[in-house]
């Protein structure tokens, strides 16, 4: 009894702790059940959902739930959110009428990017689906098969981009310099996972904490069809002096981009590129369109893995909790896991396109001879003319091509450690964990995700839960649905409720079509 108390208070002070802090959340695959408590699920989740989160717990027997389950659209998730998605500010300063220059323009960037003025903003999505999917699970070890479909995006912005688009070419803002850098990522890839857990050990009483032990792990390796990917890169610094008297203001750019793609983008780049060289200077919106090849063809494979362990025991030995609500099965779970592990092997005509100049433009040269004669008089084709032709193709769209053999992108790596207590219909899930990669939603800083479920009933379950920090604010959870032991439909959904300090988000999670039997 002392020991369990004094792991639940370890678990307590741990909560109180971690929500003092500014964690960062997870890119990882959600159920419609840890969804609703926060975003964990390591020691919770399982039928052939555990493949992707802790594939020891293929070996769970939640709820009492059959040996085999099966998933036909077995599940929906997405995810969206982060520090650029400032709901706060953006209805404070952009749905109210306000001018949007001087002062004002810099107390709301000030509050959107913060002091000092290098602070980068991003977002970022995630969605994922799974078509296909079952486990099946005996006394002693657990199998399963699931498919996957997932999106990876990302957006990011630095203050001085944020200050050129809502202040233009303002003297004050960039006269000693700004960084006017972004970076986008997109990436769409299938998974098809295998997954194996087993009882390893087992003991009758675990150490006077718990009776009935069992210790599982588990493996899921799966194969990578990757499928589309671009990442577009911009650094620059741009400086602007004062017009003088007979000379126009002063622009710097010293920018260097470049476009990292594959398959029919990266050929339509090229194209455009080889009809630069021939001389021509055709619109590059004439070569660059969508293709539904970039996302439905295969780019190439390559493997991944999730790993995971589970402890599990009994506590029904604890008479403290034996009332109300409280009663029926008790049990203690911790899981431990690995989580995308690997990279995407893209493969399919990668190229990188790239272009990087150091340029000064004294602005526009007002001749009206010139205007006249060259232009018929039209100063707005004038003006086209210096931007789109002078600047944009002579300087900007001076790009050159690399042909790459692939592009290796590594998969958001996590490590995760859960708990679940679960005391008869009620249940208490706390996770922990850290990103190893910093993609789509994911971040090397810490995270935390606490939930509670309450089961009306036996089917009819309540979720509610918190995830503290991450990509965005503080984000609130709930989930609910009918889960009966051979049929479930359940949703969930979490969003931020002030968006003002480290932005909003918003997530929603669909149990899919899932029997049990």
């Known amino acids: 009894m002392k020991k369990i108390t004094l792991i639940l208070s370890a678990l307590f002070l741990l909560t109180l702790v971690f929500s003092a802090q500014s964690l960062d959340a997870q890119s990882r695959h959600l159920t419609h059940q840890s969804l609703g408590l926060g975003g ?31 998933g036909l659209a077995g599940g929906l998730y997405t995810q969206a959110g982060g520090s650029l998605v400032n709901i706060s500010t953006y209805n404070e300063y952009l749905t109210s009428g306000r001018v949007i220059q001087g002062e004002v323009a810099e107390d709301m960037l000030d509050q959107w990017f913060g002091v000092p003025s290098a602070g980068t903003r991003s977002a970022s999505a995630e969605v994922g689906f799974i078509p296909l999917a079952a486990s099946y699970r005996t006394e002693h070890a657990a199998y399963s098969i699931a498919s996957r ?199 399919s005509d990668a190229r990188k396109i790239s272009a990087a ?68 219909r009620f249940g208490l899930m706390l996770d922990v964990g850290t990103g190893f990669v910093e993609r789509g939603n994911n971040s090397k800083r810490m995270h935390m995700a606490v939930g509670t479920e309450y089961r009306f009933f036996g089917f009819l379950p309540l979720r509610t839960g918190v995830r503290l920090g991450g990509y965005s604010s503080k984000s609130y959870h709930i989930g609910t649905g009918l889960e009966f032991r051979n049929f479930e439909f359940s949703v969930a959904a979490a969003s931020t409720r002030s968006s003002e300090n480290n932005g909003g988000s918003i997530g929603v999670a669909w149990s899919g079509l899932a029997v049990h039997f």
């Open 149 to 347: 479909a997932r999106v990876l995006a990302s957006s990011a912005y630095s203050r001085g981009f944020a200050d050129l688009f809502f202040r233009g070419l303002n003297t004050d803002v960039f006269a000693e310099g700004g960084n006017v850098s972004t970076t986008q990522e997109f990436a769409a890839f299938h998974e098809v996972s295998l997954g194996y857990s087993r009882v390893v050990m087992e003991w009758d009483d675990f150490y006077g904490i718990g009776r009935n032990a069992r210790l599982y792990v588990g493996a899921a390796p799966k194969l990578l069809f990757a499928q589309a990917y671009s990442r577009i890169n911009l650094g620059s610094v741009l400086t602007i002096q004062e017009a003088t008297e007979t000379e126009g203001s002063l622009v710097n750019h010293n920018f260097n981009y470049s476009v990292e793609a594959v398959g029919e983008l990266s050929n339509q780049l090229q194209s455009y590129q080889q009809e630069r060289d021939m001389g021509n200077r055709p619109p590059i919106e004439d070569f660059v369109e969508l293709n539904s090849s970039d996302f439905s063809s295969i780019k190439g494979t390559s493997l991944g893995l999730d790993l995971g362990a589970t402890l599990v025991m009994d506590i029904d030995h604890i008479d403290f909790f034996d009332y109300g609500m409280f009663r029926g099965d008790k049990k203690l779970i911790i899981g431990f896991s690995l989580t995308d592990l690997g990279a995407l092997n893209f493969k």
């Open 40 to 70: 964990g699920g390591t020691a919770y989740t399982d039928t052939y959902h555990a493949n992707f989160v802790n594939p020891a717990n293929l070996m769970l027997q939640n709820h009492n739930r059959p040996a085999i389950s099966v």
């Open 357 to 424: 100049d150091d340029f000064t433009w004294r602005g526009f040269t007002y001749d009206r001879e010139f205007i006249d004669s060259e232009f018929d008089g039209d100063t707005n084709k004038y003006f086209e003319s210096v931007l789109k032709d002078s600047i944009g193709q002579d300087i900007y769209a001076n790009i050159s091509t690399e042909d790459r053999s692939s592009f290796r992108v590594g998969l958001p790596a996590m490590m995760n450690i859960g708990s679940h207590l679960l005391l008869g």
